[in-house]
């Protein structure tokens, strides 16, 4: 009986593991199926174009001709540090994303807050401030232009009603960095709103209610309850607003053109990527423009990295269910 | 009136300070709302004036007679009409093909079960934070090296290539369909493809829409890309809209290009208010989850 048994679970075990074999590879031929599209997109669409802007600010490739392409070596990337424009377009397009993200997250946060609570009117504001993120970018720039237009605009011809003061030049030197700004919070609060009202929505309304009958007041409420569970809401949206900010080019393109992409942004906002944009296209010197962008990849994704390292500081993760055919 | 006060009255007496909060909070979120829809409201009004008039010494706030005939000259200035059809192509083939690709990998990611896969998932986490502009510009210059600008090819291939949000999107929306569908699928001998396309597919309808209007969207409203891919002949209603509206001496017409601009945003508009719950859901979904 007992030599039978042994003698039989190899068998059996090794049938199962023979049929469970090619269950596995099977499962694995179908997963590849499903999964070529985007594998391939991956491959074609994303890592051979982010080498191959590797290799190109190598050289001094200019968009037109291969056999006059040189090899320069690190070249464009000591260019970067003579190069007084790309510098200072480096710290502008710093102080641009230090302002505007930590506004654009505390105005979504702040309007969720609003209303995140129990008022008649609630899908009619939600709608409202959602309809700016709908608009594509070119109409948004041209009713911007033409509301702060400094001759006779209604901006201005409003603020010299109430206080003379003239002709302000909004799409200019002066207020370059404040127009942007209140362009980019126009166009973009809304989504970030949106988001952060599911996330407050999410928390069980238990725990507020249990924190009010211990003693706390509204603001240790908020401290100590909502802001923690809206951490990894708000770690998420700081990723990726700071990521996408820093790659700020249409606006002010578009708000500094008359026609086409002629115009040259004031500087304020004449951001990194308006500086690439224009060494590429303007200039022709794509292993330049090559090399700002993997500088600026490199540096996004020290970014990100620092940011996901601080996470486990201050985002508060509770446990995680979701992926749930696991 | 007077049994609504009552009501209030013997739920809670009247509290003062409630009640101003409640007037503060509404004028605040008027206030806002007002400023939100100013700018649009001033490209309105300025589509119905005359071309002296939007920029008249001291500024006219409304147009003595509504231009309505500024509408019309949107599609005699400019073929309107086929630079809508061009966006209308692009947006419609990169959307569809995008939501099919995309629902794939979501669907193997979240039912196929394969070692490593959690690991495959990272890398799709990781391409979310991957700066656009690094591979748009890159994109480009092998593109044209390979004949492919002037074409709507890059769009087609894009679109077969997936998205990262909205991989993202639909492993999140397939997580949640019951096992036991696919398991009574399974015992029946249907292999995945016919679980997805016969199954998942059917049931997976308003997250289908979602994502194809959130990627039509996109598509309609992008300049960059038809800026850069495109020449004049092909182009989209985008970079029309920025550069096309001129008179003989180059200077823009501003009263039409508005006009256009509210033809050209107003698709977009009508779409949300047809599917606005399942757009929020699907702004809310992929941005919510890190």
Redesign the interface.
């Known amino acids: 009986m007992a030599v039978q048994q042994t003698a039989e679970v190899p068998v059996a075990a090794e049938r199962v593991s023979r049929r469970h074999l090619s269950r596995s590879r099977r499962q694995t031929l179908w997963f590849l199926f499903f999964q070529t599209p985007w594998l391939l997109g991956l491959f074609f669409l994303t890592i051979i174009p982010i080498v191959g802007g590797f290799i190109i600010s190598l050289s001094n490739y200019d968009g037109i001709s291969i056999p006059t392409t040189k090899f320069v070596g690190i070249g464009n990337y000591t260019r970067m540090l003579t190069d007084k424009q790309g510098m200072e377009a480096l710290v502008h397009t710093t102080v641009y994303v230090l302002i505007l993200v930590p506004l654009v997250l505390a105005l979504a946060f702040g309007m969720a807050m609003l209303l995140n609570q129990a008022m008649k009117g609630r899908g009619f504001f939600r709608t409202a401030y959602y309809l700016p993120t709908l608009v594509p970018i070119v109409a948004v720039a041209w009713i911007f232009k033409l509301f702060l237009a400094s001759k006779n605009g209604p901006l201005n011809s409003a603020i010299n009603l109430i206080y003379p003061v003239g002709e302000i030049v909004w799409i200019g030197q002066a207020h370059a960095l404040a127009t942007v700004i209140s362009m980019a919070l126009w166009m973009s609060f809304g989504t970030g709103m949106v988001i952060f009202l599911a996330g407050l929505q999410g928390i069980p309304p238990e725990l507020e209610e249990a924190s009010i009958v211990d003693g706390a007041n509204k603001f240790q409420v908020f401290r100590n309850v909502i802001l923690p569970l809206m951490t990894p809401v708000i770690f998420f949206q700081l990723v990726l607003s700071l990521i996408g900010t820093f790659q700020e080019l249409l606006r002010p393109m578009l708000l500094w053109s008359t026609t086409g992409m002629q115009g040259t942004p004031s500087k304020p906002v004449y951001l990194m990527m308006v500086h690439v944009y224009r060494q590429v296209f303007t200039f022709g010197r794509y292993g330049y423009g090559a090399a700002i962008l993997w500088f600026t990849f490199i540096l996004l994704m020290l970014l990100a990295l620092l940011l996901f390292w601080s996470s486990k500081y201050w985002v508060y993760y509770t446990q995680n269910v979701e992926g749930g055919a696991e | 009136m007077t049994g609504n006060a009552i009501t209030t009255n013997t739920r809670q007496p009247f509290n003062s300070r409630k009640f101003f909060g409640?007037v503060g909070?509404?004028t605040?979120?008027f206030g806002?709302?007002v400023f939100?829809?100013?700018?649009?409201a001033?490209?309105i009004i300025?589509s119905l004036k005359q071309e002296g008039e939007?920029?008249?010494?001291?500024?006219k706030?409304l147009p003595v007679v509504p231009q309505f005939v500024n509408y019309v000259h949107v599609f005699i200035y400019q073929p309107f009409l086929k630079y809508a059809r061009n966006s209308l192509f692009l947006a419609v083939t990169f959307s569809t093909l995008t939501v099919i690709?995309?629902a794939?990998?979501g669907?193997?990611f979240?039912?196929?079960?394969?070692p490593h896969?959690q690991a495959?998932f990272q890398?799709v986490i990781a391409?979310?934070?991957?700066?656009?502009?690094?591979?748009v510009?890159?994109?480009f210059?092998?593109f044209?090296k390979l004949g492919l600008t002037n074409t709507y090819w890059p769009w087609i291939?894009?679109g077969?290539?997936?998205s990262p949000f909205y991989?993202f999107l639909f492993?999140?929306f397939?997580?949640?369909?019951p096992?036991e569908l696919e398991d009574a699928a399974e015992v029946d001998g249907a292999?995945?493809?016919r679980i997805?396309v016969q199954i998942f597919l059917p049931n997976a309808k308003p997250v289908l829409a979602t994502a194809f209007i959130l990627n039509f969207?996109w598509v309609?409203?992008d300049?960059?890309t038809p800026?850069?891919y495109l020449s004049d002949r092909n182009t989209t209603l985008?970079?029309k809209?920025?550069?096309a509206y001129?008179d003989p001496h180059?200077n823009?017409l501003?009263t039409v290009?508005?006009a256009a601009?509210v033809l050209?945003?107003l698709p977009?508009?009508v779409m949300?208010f047809m599917a606005?719950k399942h757009i929020?859901q699907g702004?809310?979904t992929s941005?919510?989850?890190?």
């Open positions: 409640r909070l509404y605040l979120l806002v709302a939100v829809m100013l700018p649009v001033w490209g300025t939007y920029s008249a010494n001291p500024i706030w690709t995309s794939m990998s669907f193997a979240s039912r196929i079960n394969v896969k495959l890398v391409l979310l934070i991957i700066p656009n502009l690094v591979t510009i890159p994109t210059m092998i044209s291939l894009w077969l290539g997936a991989i492993r999140q397939f997580s949640n369909f096992k292999n995945p493809l997805f969207i309609w409203g300049y960059l800026i850069l985008a970079v809209l920025q550069s001129i180059g823009t501003v290009v508005m601009s050209y945003t977009l508009i949300f606005q929020l702004v809310i941005g919510l989850k890190g």
